[in-house]
């Protein structure tokens, strides 16, 4: 996907840093992937020097955690600590220089950023689909703040609406048994479960836990959000789901008409 951008206030600013504006040009052509490096580097703009920092996994809040490296290296950010999600984003942090620690040293976190899959009206997210969700949702639960960086295509009337994955981390221990019981549990939903595995090689993906992921598909709203959190978390053999609810202080959306933020 690649949209015309045009100059807006909210906007300009972070995609001037980003590289991907010009002050010469009154418009450029951006693909999916500069809209989610233009609302990460929006999001960025929330980091003062001395914070804790949640960095976030995945192809957006990559971003985040590569503005943050390059303003400590240039001086404008000083004495930040980050907790990585993910061992991918603690390597990418410690290439680029970003001191880590974690949330038994530090257990409270100033500030997470991260992106999301999908989200809701009401800011509720999932989260997941790179497999990162227990690790994201420790992290993320445990900070002041959370921003979400998201392009537009993530938004959806209600979780489980764009039809792709609601992931579910459980334990490798029978996990058809409970595969089984996570499909039962929302059949009225026209849930399908399925173990995620690698595409070329049909090998179940291994999260940084050790565990599987089991993703569920609807084909409808599974209702009441909260109470479907507590049903998926009853089952034994279930770790955690991805479903973020209430967790998102502010979303930052980047679209065909630049960004757009939204607060709880």
Not at 126 to 150: D, N, P, Y
Not at 179 to 197: D, E, I, M, P, Y
Request: glycine letters at 8%; a negative charge; one cysteine or more.
């Amino acid at each position: 996907m690649a949209i015309p951008y045009p100059h807006f206030i909210a906007s300009e600013k972070a995609a001037m840093d980003a590289g991907l504006l010009h002050p010469s040009s009154p418009s450029v052509i951006l693909t999916q992937d500069d809209l989610k490096k233009i609302a990460a580097y929006k999001a960025v703009e929330y980091v003062e020097s001395g914070m804790v920092l949640g960095l976030g996994t995945g192809s957006t809040a990559k971003h985040a955690v590569e503005r943050i490296g390059e303003l400590l290296r240039q001086g404008k950010l000083k004495d930040i600590v980050g907790i990585p999600t993910s061992k991918k984003t603690h390597e990418q942090a410690l290439s680029l220089g970003i001191p880590l620690s974690d949330l038994d040293s530090h257990p409270v976190v100033d500030l997470a950023i991260d992106g999301a899959d999908e989200v809701d009206p009401f800011l509720n997210l999932v989260k997941g689909r790179g497999g990162s969700l227990l690790r994201e949702k420790m992290v993320e639960g445990a900070c002041k703040k959370f921003i979400v960086i998201v392009d537009e295509s993530k938004l959806v009337n209600y979780l489980g609406g764009s039809r792709l994955a609601m992931p579910v981390e459980v334990i490798q221990f029978c996990w058809k048994f409970t595969a089984s019981r996570l499909q039962n549990l929302f059949h009225q939903s026209g849930c399908v479960a399925k173990l995620r595995t690698f595409p070329d090689t049909a090998d179940p993906f291994v999260t940084d836990n050790g565990n599987f992921v089991v993703d569920l598909y609807f084909d409808r709203s599974i209702g009441d959000l909260k109470a479907a959190s507590d049903s998926i978390l009853q089952l034994p053999g279930v770790v955690e789901h991805g479903m973020f609810l209430d967790m998102a202080t502010t979303v930052i959306v980047a679209g065909e008409l630049g960004l757009t933020l939204k607060n709880k």
